[in-house]
């Protein structure tokens, strides 16, 4: 079975410094691994996704995230955040070995105070 | 492309109602998803479809939940009759075919039963 963990439901941090969103996964194989962004009343929107090669994957609106196998983690970071940055954060994993649907944790919520 | 188009995008009605949301997903995309989104539960995922085909409705909470995909570019859900649980935010979402391809979601409709 797979599944995801957020273990933060909230997440502040300041202006311009950098920030960390968790996620860890089980899959009984391989992940693909995704992170979207939910803004106010808007769908989840694709930030950047893990499949295979550098476990540094650069994605939208400058963020990144690290692919870490030993410890079954695809963490979230931007090296300076915004305000605007401030949003629903969504990790989700699908195993590499069918066509099942992602599986989507429970949500981060990012807040950056000015 | 326009992207996943849903409508409505709100929708307010009273209990016992019927209520149908449309979803009309990205050309060439094989897999439609529709997700309801609450506070207390996250993104659940209702039902999916591949190429017209439901695969998957283990996640329709109850037998006044029904879905249908008559053709490659249009979705409903219909709720019947309707109750105030339901309130909540529904989500469209379409991929293509391929493990590492990732969603792209509508806008949503905001459902409100009173």
């Known amino acids: 079975a797979q599944s995801v963990a957020q273990p933060e439901d909230q997440v502040n941090v300041a202006e311009g410094n950098p920030l960390t969103v968790k996620c860890t996964y089980s899959v009984s194989g391989n992940p693909y691994l995704f992170w979207y962004v939910q803004y106010p009343n808007r769908g989840l929107q694709f930030l950047l996704k893990y499949i295979t090669g550098d476990n540094l994957v650069k994605g939208s609106y400058g963020f990144e995230a690290e692919f870490n196998k030993s410890q079954t983690s695809f963490h979230l970071k931007k090296p300076s955040a915004l305000v605007s940055d401030s949003a629903l954060y969504f990790c989700?994993?699908?195993?590499?070995?069918?066509?099942?649907?992602?599986?989507f944790g429970k949500g981060t919520r990012l807040s950056v105070i000015a | 492309d326009a992207g996943v188009i849903q409508s409505p995008r709100h929708e307010v009605t009273e209990m016992g109602q019927e209520v149908t949301l449309r979803c009309k997903p990205i050309s060439g995309h094989d897999y439609l998803f529709w997700y309801r989104q609450t506070m207390m539960r996250g993104l659940e995922l209702l039902i999916y479809?591949?190429?017209?085909?439901?695969?998957?409705d283990s996640g329709m909470p109850e037998d006044r939940f029904s879905a249908k995909m008559p053709n490659a570019s249009f979705s409903t859900l219909k709720i019947q009759p309707s109750e105030p649980r339901d309130s909540a935010v529904y989500f469209c979402?379409?991929?293509?075919?391929?493990?590492?391809?990732?969603?792209?979601f509508g806008s949503g409709t905001r459902l409100t039963v009173v």
């Open positions: 989700a994993v699908r195993d590499w070995g069918g066509n099942t649907p992602l599986v």
């Open positions: 979402a379409s991929r293509e075919s391929g493990g590492a391809s990732g969603y792209t």
């Open positions: 479809f591949n190429n017209n085909v439901p695969i998957d």
